[in-house]
Every structure is written in C-alpha cells, then in structure tokens.
C-alpha cells in the first residue's frame, strides 16, 4: 500500500467548481487519499491547463488526475510528470489536433440538452432549467437549488482551441461513461472512451455523477490509484 499512489487531483468542467466534487473529496479521504481539487478559470484552454499545472506543482509525488466533462480537455493537455493516471468522469476527450467543440458537437444531442450561445463577454452560462433537464437530474432538490446558484460560465475560448498530443495517449486511462447524460450522450462518450484504449466502466448514472453517484467515482478512482506507482 505505501507504493501506491495517494494523491487524487480533481478538475471541474463548465458551470461548476471544486464544490461538484465534494461528496468524492470526503469519500476519498476516508479512504486515506490526499486530495486537492484544482480551480479553474474557464477564461481558455490555455488559462485551464496552466491553473491544473500550478496544482500539480503543489502536490508532492505522484497524482492520479480526475476530469469531469469540459476538464477532460484540459487533463489531456498537462504535460507534468506527476500524472500517473487519468479517470475521465463523462469526460470529452479530443484527438490530436480537435477542439472541445469538435467532440462535443458530434452525432446528435439529446432532446433535452440545452442550446448555449456565448453572452457579449464571450462566455456561456447553462440555463437555470437545464440544471433538472440535462446537467444533474437525478441530483436532489437541494443540489439542483445550488447548482445554477454557483455557476460559472465557460469561455468560448475554452472549446475552440485545437489540442495538442493528449495524455491519454500515455499514461493509463479509466473511463466512466455516464448512459443517462443529456449533455454528452453516451455514444459520444462510447465513441471517445473506445479509441482512447482506456479501461471503461459504463453505468446509468447522469452528467454529474460525482454528485450523483458518487461511491462510483470514488471506486473509479481507487482503483486507478492502485493500479499505478
């Protein structure tokens, strides 16, 4: 046990914070884990990426990095030698050269996954309705009150910028693919999870399963840990 790696970086996506991970963070240090959760801007890829890196360089020894959603994009994109493993949470992951936009806007979208356009500043808020519909419906009412309370909006900037050569490519990969999200559909994720060689584990869980699942994503989690030095 004592090789095994003991710290879990956690990175939120759009319309959320460190707070989305909260029943994940009290799970994982009960089980003895050291974590941290990284804050992100969302202001651009490259803001992103460099805020993960900053947390990264705060940590001593290795990291397992969890990403949820949009944070997907920017796990790919460290280049630290701390990361052992990523654990993508209904995560989108582009390819070499694609944007967040690119993967996100393949196939079809659910029919209730809202339509987003950018305000004047440039960034995108979720509308409050789309919290229930598409975000986290089988969160409870409480949650589904905080949510759109706490949003913050995400950059255009975030999901036009192409990526370069992700991670994923080579460290060990963990793969939640959530079968009730309305905002990545599942053959989405099934399609992104597939060519990234990654060990998938798909469950009928919603957008927000670190909310809504959350013992899941710690299994998740978990095992990444102990799979890697």
Known sequence: MSKEVRNVVLVHGAWADGSSWGDVITRLSARGMNIIAAPLPLTSLADDVQALERTLARIEGNAVVAGHAYAGAVIGETRSDKVSALVYVAALAPDEGETVADVFGRGEAHPKAPALSPDADG???????????????????????????????????CI?????????????????????????????????????????????????????????????????????K
């Open 160 to 228: 036009t910028a192409p990526v370069g050569r992700p991670r994923w490519k080579d460290v060990p990969t963990w793969y939640l693919v959530a079968e009730q999200d309305r905002m990545i559909v599942k053959e989405k994720q099934e399609f992104m999870s597939s060519r990234m060689n990654a060990t998938v584990v798909s469950q009928p869980v919603d957008h927000v399963p670190s909310l809504t699942a959350p013992e899941l994503v710690v299994d998740i989690i978990m095992e990444a840990a102990a799979c890697v």
């Open 123 to 157: 960034f995108m808020w979720l509308p409050k309705a789309a919290f229930a519909d598409a975000f986290a419906q089988n969160a409870t009412s409480q949650t589904l009150d905080m949510l759109p309370a706490v949003q913050r909006p995400i950059s255009v900037a």
